[in-house]
């Protein structure tokens, strides 16, 4: 059990999977943050939260972030009995922010701090994939940066690789007055694709990749997907026109995630590619606000009784 009194803080990025066609095995993170204080108390949970989609949000032992700190405590052979948890959160809910992700990281570092057990990146990211069920985000929220991920068949371990992003790339997140629910977004996907569909996401895929961790550059074309956006660009009117929009400063865009979010990765004209978008989703009928945000390239940070560190404090990779 945890002694009462014992405090833990946790600060956990915003993340940015799939990259368009990138499905299921890449992610970035951005400077939209989850904020967390813990103190643990010797029974019962009360959760105390500021920020996007109150509503949405349990106050009680059901909480995400209470989740994984409970499983957190498991796998170090402890229990929490109870905790306060202080919660400021900025990323919107159900839009393609990671919103999940960040919850489930959060709660393994807080559990494992509470316990006072020292947990290292790969070990977070091996319990987090656990509950989330997807490497591509977990791994974003814990190693910052840009990260391809995968699940071993074979030992069930997830094995990443990071590239740091340059911060002279700015990343556009326009997001419609309308969410889009995972499980919806999954549901609309076939069950069979061609092998030219395929290849083509292969293709580009490789390309993205080399591109993030040699710094060669990036255009629009490697962000092209026939796997998950053809399918989920009808649920939201809007989002099909964001994605064939073109601007002389546009490095990339994408849906964020499963959507709702539309991101565009631009080299300048950030404020004109976000008005844009937003004029593209109203057009359709659907109002949208945009954010400008950077590039996050620390992950998850904690401050607990062993001081301030970043969960991976020698991240790897070249900058695009």
């Not at 066609?21 to 949970?45: E, H, I, K, N, P």
């Amino acid at each position: 059990m945890t002694a009462a009194g014992s405090t833990a803080s946790v600060i956990v990025p915003a993340t940015s999977a799939n990259l368009g066609c990138a499905f299921d095995c890449a992610a970035l993170a951005v400077q939209l943050y989850l904020r967390v204080s813990a103190t643990a108390c010797a029974s019962g949970f009360e959760v105390v939260y500021r920020g996007a989609n109150t509503e949405q949000v349990s106050n009680g032992e059901d909480n995400l972030i209470v989740k994984s700190m409970q499983r957190s405590a498991a796998h170090f052979g402890s229990k929490i009995g109870g905790a306060r948890l202080d919660v400021d959160n900025q990323i919107p809910l159900g839009v393609g922010l990671g919103s999940s992700a960040a919850a489930i990281v959060a709660g393994i570092a807080l559990g494992a701090s509470l316990c006072s057990a020292m947990i290292d990146a790969e070990t977070a990211l091996q319990l987090a994939n656990e509950i989330e069920g997807h490497p591509d985000n977990v791994a974003a929220a814990v190693y910052g940066g840009m990260v391809v991920a995968m699940t071993s068949e074979e030992s069930s371990r997830v094995l990443v690789a990071k590239s740091e992003v340059s911060q002279d790339l700015d990343f556009v997140v326009v997001t419609p007055d309308m969410p889009l629910p995972t499980e919806k977004a999954r549901a609309v996907l076939p069950k069979e694709y061609s092998r030219k569909d395929l290849v083509g996401n292969l293709q580009r895929t490789a390309l993205l990749t080399a591109s993030f961790f040699s710094g060669k550059g990036l255009t629009p074309e490697l962000f092209h997907d026939r796997i998950h956006q053809p399918y989920r660009s009808p649920l939201i009117p809007g989002i099909a026109q964001c994605l064939a929009y073109r601007h002389e400063g546009l490095a990339g865009i994408f849906l964020s995630g499963a959507g709702s979010s539309v991101m565009a990765i631009s080299r300048h004209s950030a404020n004109q590619i976000g008005a844009a978008l937003v004029e593209q989703f109203r057009r359709q009928g659907v109002g949208a606000q945009a954010r400008v945000l950077k590039a996050d390239n620390r992950g998850t940070e904690v401050l607990d009784s062993a001081g301030s560190r970043t969960l991976n404090p020698e991240p790897a990779g070249a900058k695009v």
